[in-house]
Structures are given as C-alpha cells and as structure tokens.
C-alpha cells in the first residue's frame, strides 16, 4: 500500500475500496436523479397536462440550474465547518426534497421539488471531489477519480431502465421514492463510516471577504480557469445529449422500448474509458491522456455533425459515434477535474465549488440551447457538440500556449 494510500486511510478512516465506492455513491446521487427521468418524460407530461415536448426538459432543467448555483455556497461552507456535517445537511435535503417530488400535484411544483433537489445534490458533488482532494494528489488523485467514475458511470448504464421498470410495474413517481430510499442509505454510510478530512488548522473563517479571495484566487490559476473551462463545454456537450437523447432516440430513430438498452451501450462506452484511464494515467500522465482524448472527440464530432447535416444519418451512425464520442469523454472528465484541482490543494473546497459551479452551470446553458433548439432531426445537438469540443480543444491551447500532447501534472509557469 503507498504512503498517499495509507494517509488516505488515516483522514477519511475507510479503506481504499470502500472509499472509492463511497465517492462514487456520492457521485451517482446526481448522475440518477438525470438519467433515471429520461424514459419517464413522456409520461410525466402526459400526467401533469405538458403537451409540449421541449418543456418536458425542465424537469432536467430546473435541477441542473440550482445543482449549479447551489455549488458556489457549499466550497466555503465545507472550508469552514469541515466536509462531514455540510455533506450530511445537503443529503438530507436531496432525501426530502425527492419525497416532495414524488407527491407533487402539477408540473410547476414539480419544477420546484427539482430545484431544491439540485440544491440538495451539489453537497454531495462539490464534496466528493473535495474529500478526494483532502486525502490524495497528482496522479494518484486523478486515479481515484477515475475507479470512482468507472463505478459511478455504471448509473446512466442502467439508471434509464431502473426507470422504464418502475413505470411499467407502478408509476413514474415510484422513481422519486427510489432517490429517497438511495439518498437515505448514503446518509447512514456518511454518518456511520465518514471521518472528517479537513483538519482544524486548515479551516478558513466564513466572511464574504475570505469567500471573495478564496474564489479570486481560483480564477487567478491559469491550469484551473483553462481546464475548469474545458470541462464546463463537455458538459455543456453531454447535457445536450441528455436533454435531447429521448426526443433523437425514441422520436426520431423510432427505437420504442430498445432507448434504454441503447442509451447504456452508449453509457457503457464511459466506464469502460474511465477503468482504462485508471490505468494508463499512472503510466502516462493526465494531460496527454486528456489532450488526445480531446482531439479524438473533436474528429468525431465534426464527422457526426456532416453526416447529421448531409441526411446520412441513422441509428446505425448515431450509437457508434456516440459511443466513441463517450469513450473520449470517460477519459476527459477525470483528468480535466484533477488538472484544475492540482494547484488549489490548500483552498480545495472553494476551488472545487467554483469548478463545479462553472462545470454544471457552463454545461447546463448550452445543454438547453441545444435541447431546446431540437426540430425532428439531429442536426442541433450534433452540431451544437461539435462547436463545444472545437472550443474545448482551443481553450486548452491557450491555457497551455499551444504546447500540448506533452507530460506532466504540475501547475503552469
């Protein structure tokens, strides 16, 4: 066992494996409350009087702004009252608000039960990778998060027919009582085995001055605002896809009861990167990893988008190159969040809000341009991706003055 692990074991007070699944349970609380609504659109809009297809989104929406937002208040909060006890407030109001959410009478109040939900999930996102940052670095960080989302990717996998099996057998809001019950159970697990990792002398005081210059600093660190940025456009790339992925799939493919299978051959194409990545990342380093995973999607993309453009299109194109494209983004995602955390160890929860804040909030605009800019073909969404990755691909240019492709971790001169 290294010394980073052995270290690890001693702050957080749980074994590497069990400490990998618990930041992956923290991860998938988010990643399930998206993808397990994607088969039950239909349906609750059926339900709730939404005949417009594209409003239906705000379901996914409205948790994404507040799951944004909310982000920007947890980093201090955590730097200050150390990780556990903010962790536990904000599960406990994911649990409550996943209850309001299943006993919402119209479409407006549903909206609202979803946004305090998003409030409720950014604890568990923002501290996630703030724990990890507490407890490991460099390398060893970026290999932590990749096991954690080779586990947590398995969620979109299998989340969309967790959902397409509660609305046969019962009713779409049986999937909010499935984010209790799971919510419930991550509140036990932090209580119960969670020891705190932000020592006393490393808590800051909470003023609006020390938030200020926690989050000036942040933005003042080339490698973070260059890589926090990068990842914000994939995201914006993979809200897209999300927001238009039932619409594409089931409306335009005609794919009927076959999305969700579909979907998690897509989704599976991203766990199966991330464990790659996990291993290739000790060997070779987290920026030649994700530059070329980046080039690669770039190419990818840009075909897609000309094939949508030119009516060549089809199902048999579309899961491909999807997959291809989410193979790329498992072995981006880890990297371009250990690369933006690397020189902001001593301000980790500020700077991991302020990154997840940029992340979702960044990703979630374009994601609703794109979905809502859906008109019965593919045309926007992979066009809209392709825009993003090539912008992706020049922010990291810049951010590293045009010398990319090469190894190393460490923070830019």
Partial sequence: MSSQTTDAHTRSALPYVEFIGFIAALMMLNALAIDIMLPALPDIGLDLGVADENSRQLILSAYLISFGLSQLVYGPLADWLGRKPVLLC????????????????????????????????????????????????????????????????????????????????????????????????????????????????????????????????????????????????????????????????????????????????????????????????????????????????????????????LGLDSIWTFVPLMAIAMCCFGLLVANLNALAMVPVGHIAGSAAALIGFVGTTGGAIPGYFIGQAFDGTVVPFTTGFAILAIAASIVILITERGRVFKSGEGPLS
């Fill in 90 to 309: 904000g599960l406990a109001l994911y649990a409550v608000a996943s209850i309001a959410c299943s006993m919402a009478p119209t479409f407006e109040m549903l909206l609202a039960a979803r946004f305090i939900q998003g409030i409720g999930a950014a604890a568990p996102r923002v501290l996630a990778i703030t724990i990890v940052r507490d407890c490991y670095e460099g390398r060893q960080m970026a290999r932590v998060m990749s096991l954690t989302m080779m586990v947590f990717i398995l969620v979109p996998v299998i989340a969309p027919s967790i959902g397409q099996l509660m609305i046969m057998l019962g009713h779409w809001r049986w999937i909010f009582g499935f984010l209790t019950v799971g919510s419930s159970g991550v509140i036990l697990w932090t209580a119960l085995r969670l020891r705190e990792t932000l020592s006393f002398e490393n808590r800051t005081q909470l003023s609006f001055g020390t938030i200020l210059r926690n989050y000036r600093i942040t933005l003042s660190i080339r490698q973070t605002v260059g890589y926090m940025t990068a990842a914000a456009l994939m995201f914006g790339g993979m809200f897209g896809f999300l927001n238009s992925a039932q619409q594409i799939m089931v409306g335009v493919y005609d794919t009927g009861k076959a999305f969700p299978l579909l979907f998690a051959a897509i989704a599976l194409s991203i766990a199966v990167s991330s464990t790659l990545n996990s291993r290739l990342v000790m060997r070779h380093g987290m920026r030649v990893i994700a530059h070329y995973a980046l080039a690669v999607m770039v190419v990818t993309h840009v075909i897609h988008a000309t094939i949508a453009n």
